[in-house]
T-cell receptor, first 111, second 114 residues
Framework: GENVEQHPSTLSVQEGDSAVIKCTYS??????FPWYKQELGKRPQLIID?????GEKKDQRIAVTLNKTAKHFSLHITETQPEDSAVYFC??????????FGSGTRLSIRP | NAGVMQNPRHLVRRRGQEARLRCSPM?????VYWYRQLPEEGLKFMVY????????ESGMPKERFSAEFPKEGPSILRIQQVVRGDSAAYFC????????????FGPGTRLTVL
């Protein structure tokens, strides 16, 4: 089945700098890659997703890139702000259409 | 998404009791997924259901756990004879069912086993 690996597990960046989180997946049939943000005690919230027919998608300060050949995808957050502090999960669909999550990245924004 | 409802939000059980967690999907969604999140860990897939059908239960423990999504009413995740290791946040998500369709999460049920 699908296996999703996510790095780094923790990330601390200065406010205003960029943050990059990287994920790899194993199932070449995967075709949907969402990213979720989870604040402490809250539910995971979808922040951006990308489908396999595109290589990049951007939404304001957030962008995601996908390399299907290499089976990796990345989340980029620019001009980070304190409210970006949270745990971020990447995910990929497997061939059975269920979503498999990475282990999460705890992002801290230093003032 | 506020449209996915879960109750109760917090549930306390003693070892050996039963826990029933409910999930009502977003309006128009017929697919429900259950995930378990242990403290400081990621989301682990448990089961994927459509109305009256279990599509994939590969993440469900073989014993004590069961799930259903009846024709009428919410999806229910049932844990029999709970143990301390069952303490976790249980999230459900719903989608319209396409493989590339977004899953929206409910607020979760935090189960504590004493």
């Amino acid at each position: 089945g699908e296996n999703v690996e996510q790095h780094p597990s923790t990330l601390s960046v200065q406010e205003g700098d960029s943050a990059v989180i990287k994920c790899t997946y194993s199932d070449s049939a995967s075709n949907y890659f969402p990213w979720y943000k989870q604040e402490l005690g809250k539910r995971p919230q979808l922040i951006i997703d990308i489908r396999s027919n595109v290589g990049e998608k951007k939404d304001q300060r957030i962008a995601v890139t996908l390399n299907k050949t290499a089976k990796h995808f990345s989340l980029h957050i620019t001009e980070t702000q304190p409210e970006d502090s949270a745990v971020y999960f990447c995910a990929a669909t497997d061939s059975a259409s269920k979503i498999i999550f990475g282990s999460g990245t705890r992002l801290s924004i230093r003032p | 998404n506020a449209g996915v409802m879960q109750n109760p939000r917090h549930l306390v059980r003693r070892r050996g009791q039963e826990a029933r967690l409910r999930c009502s999907p977003m309006k128009g969604h017929s697919h429900v997924y259950w995930y378990r999140q242990l403290p400081e860990e990621g989301l682990k897939f448990m089961v994927y259901l459509q109305k009256e059908n279990i599509i994939d239960e590969s993440g469900m423990p073989k014993e004590r756990f069961s799930a259903e999504f009846p024709k009428e009413g919410p999806s229910i995740l049932r844990i029999q004879q709970v143990v301390r290791g069952d303490s976790a946040a249980y999230f459900c998500a719903s989608s319209s069912g396409l493989a590339t369709d977004t899953q929206y999460f409910g607020p979760g049920t935090r189960l504590t086993v004493l």
